[in-house]
């Protein structure tokens, strides 16, 4: 076998043991939570989105043009302290490919009645504050786990093969860092805006990092511009500068 082969193939390489715990965890909740109705999709990971995870439908095109739908997790969320909650996004985001394939499914990125209903008989109970008290349906959704429920027995039993074996990155405190921002620049850094552009129209607006955003007239979700932070005032000044869109 030819050494690159190999190293594809090894058991011991990071994106290998990350990604076949990846699918065994996804695997494992679509048998047990969801009695294996779901049809496969791209496990992914991004950033791009500046949320916990989100789900892609018909996202990738095979050679034959086939389609398939995407399931990805933000992998800055991936941390050694909360691998609970990470299982619980997935679930969620897996939710929402349910919801897909049920009559009627709401428009991309709105969770519906339906949605909510199934989300709480998993063990999550949906809430736009990850709270109680939270609404239970919306474009801006969280969720919490529901004490003892099916999602929460669940992922105590789950086997160690699907837990995943890389967290992202590596806490303050471990390397000995500690939050020593001073009270200046956390509010400087709350005054940061995140650029968010229409891939159709081209439509640019700033707002806090972690936003979802559609344009209407073109139905596309504005995509976050990495390295596209500026402060407060530049955003006001682009977007004065920008030229004014025509009605449709």
């Not at 640019?204 to 979802?212: C, D, F, I, K, P």
Request: glycine content about 8%; hydrophobic content about 40%; some cysteine.
């Amino acid at each position: 076998m030819p050494p690159a082969i190999a190293k594809v193939m090894s058991t011991t390489d990071p994106t290998n043991a990350q990604f076949a715990a990846y699918r065994a965890m996804w695997a494992y909740f679509n048998a047990v939570l969801f009695g294996g109705s779901l049809g496969d999709v791209i496990l992914n990971f991004s950033r791009l989105a500046r949320s916990l995870g989100f789900f892609a439908p018909e996202r990738w095109r095979d050679a034959g043009d086939q389609v398939t739908h995407e399931i990805s997790l933000n992998p800055a969320h991936l941390k050694r302290d909360n691998a609970k909650d990470a299982a619980s996004t997935l679930v969620h985001e897996m939710a929402h490919l349910w919801r897909h394939g049920q009559p009627n499914p709401p428009r991309n990125g709105y969770h519906d009645r339906q949605w909510a209903d199934k989300m709480e008989a998993l063990g999550l109970m949906p809430s736009s504050t990850a709270a109680p008290g939270g609404a239970r349906v919306g474009y801006r959704m969280s969720h919490y786990v529901i004490p003892g429920g099916a999602f929460e027995r669940a992922f105590e039993a789950m086997p160690a093969e699907c837990h995943l074996p890389w967290t992202c990155g590596i806490d303050d405190e471990a390397r000995g860092g500690g939050d020593k921002k001073s009270k200046k620049e956390k509010e400087a850094a709350r005054k940061v805006k995140v650029k968010y552009s229409c891939p159709g129209c081209k439509l640019n607006v700033w707002g806090r990092a972690g936003l979802r955003l559609r344009c209407e007239d073109c139905d596309e979700e504005l995509v976050a511009a990495d390295g596209a932070a500026v402060d407060e005032c530049a955003a006001i000044d682009e977007c004065a500068a920008a030229p004014a869109r025509k009605a449709a």
